[in-house]
């Protein structure tokens, strides 16, 4: 697992939550513990600044399914695991439906953990540089004068230069002219990709 990887542990039990913590450090993550869910919301910490929040679900005060609903509603929330003793079906379903990662009833395996942890942080981080990039192209995009929006959308329809030239009445020069300007400016190397772009941008609806 690629380093720094800063995660919160929630457990009520002192016990479990030394023994995860000294297992989790042992492994190389970096681990801020407490002792409640409600501690991780009074200490004020930026949830985005961890890569992955572990908490049993029964504990006093704010349960280990009220602290997904609360980091829930924060921007680049971290995938929550949650671990508990008294597990069920339905409340798996529960936890799940509300967005939790996953779900590890105890007594569970150490290294399953680590292990869900592990999936849990790369698919965070994989979701995270897909949304940079997304960003970034959506910059791209909107750097383009008026016209070279117009002729990104016809080039990307499969219409040839002479063809958009006509439908905005311009010479295919000019046509020529500012579809070298949006592959630059797109960073596109050639047309499929191009049109690959204008796919992430449109997304179509279900």
Same mark, same amino acid.
């Given at each position: 697992? *690629?380093? *720094?990887? +800063? ?6 039990? *002192?016990?479990? @939550? ?7 450090? $042992? =492994? ?7 002792? %409640? ?11 985005? !600044? ?7 679900? $029964?504990?006093?005060?704010? %349960? ?9 509603? $924060?921007?680049? !929330?971290? *995938?929550?695991?949650?671990?508990? #003793? ?21 007594? &569970? ?15 965070? =981080?994989? %979701? ?12 791209? &995009? ?12 016809? !080039? ?8 958009? !030239?006509?439908?905005?009445?311009? %010479? +295919? ?11 630059? =400016?797109? #960073?596109?190397?050639? @047309?499929?990709? @191009? ?12």
């Amino acid at each position: 697992m *690629p380093d *720094p990887c +800063p995660v919160a542990l929630v457990d009520d039990d *002192p016990a479990v @939550l030394d023994a995860l913590a000294l297992y989790l450090e $042992r =492994r190389g993550l970096t681990v801020m513990r407490f002792a %409640s869910a409600d501690a991780l919301v009074a200490a004020g910490e930026d949830a985005s !600044a961890f890569e992955c929040v572990v908490a049993d679900v $029964r504990m006093p005060g704010l %349960s280990g399914l009220d602290l997904v609903r609360h980091l829930a509603e $924060r921007p680049a !929330a971290p *995938p929550v695991i949650l671990i508990t #003793g008294h597990g069920d079906v339905d409340m798996a379903v529960a936890a799940i439906k509300l967005g939790a990662f996953d779900f590890i009833e105890k007594p &569970f395996d150490e290294a399953r953990l680590f292990e869900a942890i592990g999936v849990a942080v790369a698919k965070r =981080r994989a %979701s995270r540089h897909d949304a940079e990039a997304l960003a970034d192209l959506q910059a791209r &995009f909107d750097s383009l004068s008026e016209r070279q929006h117009e002729v990104l959308t016809l !080039a990307t329809e499969g219409l040839s230069n002479k063809e958009i !030239a006509a439908r905005l009445g311009i %010479s +295919p020069r000019t046509v020529e002219i500012h579809r070298a300007w949006v592959m630059e =400016r797109m #960073g596109a190397r050639n @047309l499929a990709e @191009l049109v690959r772009m204008a796919m992430r941008l449109r997304p179509t609806g279900p």
